[in-house]
């Protein structure tokens, strides 16, 4: 059974980076599309970044934009998110999910947590001011 499995997340203070990792075991998922969603305390889970399955299209929340990078290695069968100058508000349990990934998707499709199939259990990001 395929299995979703995230690490890198931790305690880190403000200004510093994280990489988070997503990892993919029981088959490859070089054909999804993979997303990162985060979830605050009593808040709703929000998109954070997407990339599509071949790695040359992703999508960035602007509240991250310039601060968070995702990338892909398939060979590897996994996904990353290069988090830099973190912030307080960034503290939340940050998940991974695959989606479909085809040709005629677009933002609307990436950045909806509704077109994910599959999802990691989450690792907790916390950052300290």
């Known amino acids: 059974q395929v299995q979703l499995i995230e690490s890198g997340g931790g305690l880190v203070q403000a200004g510093g980076s994280l990489r988070l990792s997503c990892a993919a075991s029981?088959?490859?998922?070089?054909?999804?599309?993979v997303g990162w969603f985060r979830q605050a305390p009593g808040k709703e889970r929000e998109f954070v970044s997407a990339?599509?399955?071949?790695?040359?299209?992703?999508y960035v929340a602007d509240s991250v934009k310039g601060r968070f990078t995702i990338s892909r290695d398939n060979a590897k069968n996994t996904v990353y998110l290069q988090m830099n100058s973190l912030q307080p508000e960034d503290t939340a349990v940050y998940y991974c999910?695959?989606?479909?990934?085809?040709?005629?998707?677009?933002?609307?499709?990436?950045?909806?947590?509704?077109?994910?199939?599959?999802w990691g259990q989450g690792t907790q990001v916390t950052v300290s001011s």
């Open positions: 999910a695959a989606t479909n990934s085809a040709t005629r998707h677009t933002a609307t499709h990436y950045t909806s947590k509704n077109e994910y199939y599959l």
């Open positions: 029981g088959r490859t998922f070089s054909n999804s599309g």
């Open positions: 990339i599509n399955w071949s790695g040359d299209i992703t």
